[in-house]
Antibody, heavy 122, light 108 residues
Framework: EVQLVESGGGLVQPGGSLRLSCAAS????????MHWVRQAPGMGLVWVSR????????TYADSVKGRFTISRDNAKNTLYLQMNSLRAEDTAVYYC???????????????WGQGTLVIVSS | EVVLTQSPGTLSLSPGERATLSCRAS???????LAWYQQKPGQAPRLLIY???SRATGIPDRFSGSGSGTDFTLTISRLEPEDFAVYYC?????????FGQGTKLEIK
C-alpha cells in the first residue's frame, strides 16, 4: 500500500523557519517526481513545489520562491520542505503528493498524504 | 498560467439527484491534463478523475468526467450521502499545476 506521512508542522513566529518531512512507503520512491501542495484554512488547493526523482530539478510557485527549498533523501524515502522567512499567509495544511505516474512531471496527483498544519503567528 | 473557474460555488441537491459540476479554463487545454478531486472535511483530497474522463481506481461508476478545450464537467449520476463534499478540478499540463477554487456540494 502506498503511504505518505507528513510531519514537522506546528506554530512558528513570522520570519521563522520550519522543516516539513514526508515519509514515503509502498512504492519505488526514486522513480517519482514529488510535490508539496498547501491549503489555507477554509480555502482551496495551491501547488507549492516539485522535485524530480534524483533531486536535481526543482520548481517553485512564485509565492514561495527564494524562501522555500524542496529536497529529498532517496535512501530514506523521505521528502522535505525547508520553509524560511515564514509569513502569516503561509499558514496552511501542507500535503505531500505523489504523481499518478512514475518518471513523469505532468500527471495527476495520487495519492495525497494526510497533511501537516503550519501556523505562522506571533 | 491556466486559470480554472468552477461553477457553481455551491450546489444544493438531495440524495438520488444528478449533480453537474463545471470547470472552465482560461485557455484551451489538453483533456489529457485535467483531473477532478473530492475533499471531505478534515481529509486530504482524493483523486476521482484524470485525463478528463478516466476514473481512478476504486471510484464508483456514478462519477464521470467529460469535456474538452476550455469546458469540462464532472457528473455524479445519482448522489449518495457520502458524495456531499467539495470538488476541485486541476490542470496538470504546466509547471503551475493550477486548481479551481472548488464547488461545495451540499445536502438540500
Amino acid at each position: 500500500e502506498v503511504q505518505l506521512v507528513e510531519s514537522g508542522g506546528g506554530l512558528v513566529q513570522p520570519g521563522g523557519s520550519l522543516r516539513l518531512s514526508c515519509a514515503a512507503s509502498g512504492f519505488t520512491f526514486s522513480n517519482y517526481w514529488m510535490h508539496w501542495v498547501r491549503q489555507a484554512p477554509g480555502m482551496g488547493l495551491v501547488w507549492v513545489s516539485r522535485i524530480n526523482g534524483d533531486g536535481g530539478s526543482t520548481t517553485y510557485a512564485d509565492s514561495v520562491k527564494g524562501r522555500f527549498t524542496i529536497s529529498r533523501d532517496n535512501a530514506k524515502n523521505t521528502l522535505y520542505l525547508q520553509m524560511n522567512s515564514l509569513r502569516a499567509e503561509d499558514t496552511a495544511v501542507y500535503y505531500c503528493v505523489r504523481p499518478g505516474s512514475d518518471y513523469s512531471k505532468y500527471t495527476w496527483f495520487d495519492p495525497w498524504g494526510q497533511g501537516t498544519l503550519v501556523i505562522v503567528s506571533s | 498560467e491556466v486559470v480554472l473557474t468552477q461553477s457553481p460555488g455551491t450546489l444544493s441537491l438531495s440524495p438520488g439527484e444528478r449533480a453537474t459540476l463545471s470547470c472552465r479554463a482560461s485557455q484551451s487545454v489538453s483533456s489529457s491534463y485535467l483531473a477532478w478531486y473530492q475533499q471531505k472535511p478534515g481529509q486530504a483530497p482524493r483523486l476521482l478523475i484524470y485525463g478528463a474522463s478516466s476514473r481512478a481506481t476504486g471510484i464508483p461508476d456514478r462519477f464521470s468526467g467529460s469535456g474538452s478545450g476550455t469546458d469540462f464537467t464532472l457528473t455524479i449520476s445519482r448522489l449518495e450521502p457520502e458524495d456531499f463534499a467539495v470538488y476541485y478540478c486541476q490542470h496538470y499540463g504546466s509547471s503551475q499545476y493550477s486548481f479551481g477554487q472548488g464547488t461545495k456540494l451540499e445536502i438540500k
